[in-house]
């Protein structure tokens, strides 16, 4: 059974649909869901779903990101994860920090990468005039956003859209793609997923 742990930094949907996600036959299971903001609303949801949750606050760090990500890895591996998910993780990472969970780290990121890497992607892409956006969940890699594409989902834009019901289309496909994405990376399985 692979040990899972998932990193947020707020409401933690994402959090839910791939912790719901991992029971019965699933090969993986969450064993810890981590916050670097103490408030984050997933953690109450992380907590009633019977994980164990954890805060490494940023911010005394005030910017040393090797100590924060020293405290996050030392934090982490008292978990022994298998495989991370960044889901809603609002912190860039360092390729040190990456290194050390190389080939076994996911993100969910909402564009079609390899466009839009970064933030206010919807913004983006309906000022651009796209007719489609969607999200992608990837492997992590040292180049932000970068990594192999392990799933897809496409859904329309359109032109009366705001970037927050852009977002609100968007946010459902990620519940779906996030959990069809770890079921097979957990198996080994790094065939790409498309929906619809
Ligand atoms: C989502 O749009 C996700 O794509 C991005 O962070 C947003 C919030 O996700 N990574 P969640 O509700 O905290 O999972």
Do not use: W
Request: charged share 20%; with cysteine.
């Amino acid at each position: 059974m692979k040990r899972v742990a998932i990193l947020i930094s707020g409401s933690g949907s994402n959090m839910v649909s791939l912790a719901q996600s991992m029971t019965g036959d699933h090969p993986a299971r969450p064993v810890l869901v981590l916050s670097n903001v103490p408030e984050a609303g997933g953690l109450a949801r992380a907590q009633a779903l019977g994980i164990d949750t954890t805060v490494v606050d940023h911010r005394p760090y005030k910017g040393d990101r090797a100590a924060f990500e020293a405290a996050l890895i030392q934090r982490l591996d008292a978990a022994q994860p298998d495989i991370l998910c960044l889901a809603g993780f609002m912190r860039i990472l360092t390729p040190g920090f990456i290194n050390h969970y190389a080939g076994r780290m996911l993100n969910i990121h909402p564009s079609l990468l390899p466009k839009y890497k970064g933030l206010d992607t919807h913004a983006r892409a309906l000022a651009a005039g796209d007719g489609e956006a969607g999200c992608s969940v990837h492997e992590v890699t040292a180049e932000l956003d970068g990594g192999p594409i392990l799933g897809q989902a496409r859904v329309p834009a359109l032109p009366d859209d705001t970037a927050e019901t852009l977002a609100a289309r968007v946010l459902p496909f990620e519940h779906r793609l996030y959990p069809a994405v770890l079921d097979r990376f957990a198996r080994g399985d790094r065939t790409p997923v498309t929906l619809p």
